[in-house]
């Protein structure tokens, strides 16, 4: 029944691992993103795809790497862990684009990244 | 940076008083949305407001929008415990195609 899923929901790690967090929609939403949240609850967008392509593209290390292989996923792969990238990540889905008439996101339940 | 900011950061009242929560953004924008989270789950969405609107009401939700100012807040009335949680405006950049997310306030409701 859970609208956008998240997993795992917790994920600690040694520095330098490489890990992947997974995110599924069941809404028919066409478009997906992920979002970074930090220990001072600043949410910042990473990524977004619509219909498995990419839309946005923020300032990320390109050892975060997100895939679509259908518009109902959003994957985030992530090298080479760093002390930094401890956060909470959150998956998200709206039925149309930012700015639109249907932007309205849902967001999964988070994935807490804890890197040791 | 693009982020809005909340004002105040934290919010402590008495169950039954009302809570008014503000966000200032910074550019022009189409809409601005209201979002609640609590502790340790994810957004959810409350209300969208529209920029040709000025208020908004949902069940004792009131938000308001001022474009001139480029501010809104967002007023929860006789508050419940069930209204702890943290609130972030969100204000979206149509020619960006994403939703910028303010700082959020942490408001707590007091028994």
């Known amino acids: 029944d859970t609208a956008v899923s998240q997993t795992p929901k917790y994920l600690v790690t040694q520095m330098g691992n490489d890990k992947s967090i997974k995110c599924e929609q069941n809404?028919?939403?066409?478009?997906m993103y992920w979002y970074k949240q930090d220990s001072k609850k600043f949410l910042k967008i990473m990524f977004s795809?619509?219909?498995?392509?990419?839309?946005i593209n923020e300032t990320v290390p390109n050892r975060f790497s997100p895939k679509s292989p259908d518009k109902a996923h959003l994957n985030l792969h992530i090298n080479s862990l760093e002390l930094g990238d401890s956060a909470v990540y959150f998956c998200?889905?709206?039925?149309?684009?930012?700015?639109?008439?249907?932007?309205?996101?849902?967001f999964g339940p988070g994935t807490r990244l804890l890197v040791l | 940076s693009q982020q809005g900011e909340e004002d105040p950061q934290a919010l402590s009242i008495q169950e039954g008083e009302n809570a008014t929560m503000n966000c200032s953004y910074k550019?022009?924008?189409?809409?601005l949305q209201w979002y609640r989270q609590n502790s340790g789950r994810g957004l959810v969405h409350l209300i969208l407001?529209?920029?040709?609107?000025r208020e908004k009401h949902s069940g004792r939700l009131r938000v308001t929008l001022d474009t001139s100012k480029k501010s809104s807040s967002l007023l929860i009335t006789a508050s419940r415990a069930a209204d702890t949680a943290s609130y972030f405006c969100?204000?979206?950049?149509?020619?960006?195609?994403?939703?910028?997310f303010g700082s959020g306030t942490r408001l707590s409701i007091r028994p």
């Open positions: 998200a889905s709206s039925q149309g684009l930012a700015g639109g008439p249907l932007e309205t996101q849902y």
């Open positions: 969100a204000s979206d950049y149509s020619s960006a195609s994403k939703i910028i």
């Open positions: 550019t022009s924008i189409n809409n």
């Open positions: 795809y619509n219909n498995k392509e990419l839309i």
């Open positions: 809404l028919g939403h066409d478009t």
């Open positions: 407001i529209r920029s040709n609107e």
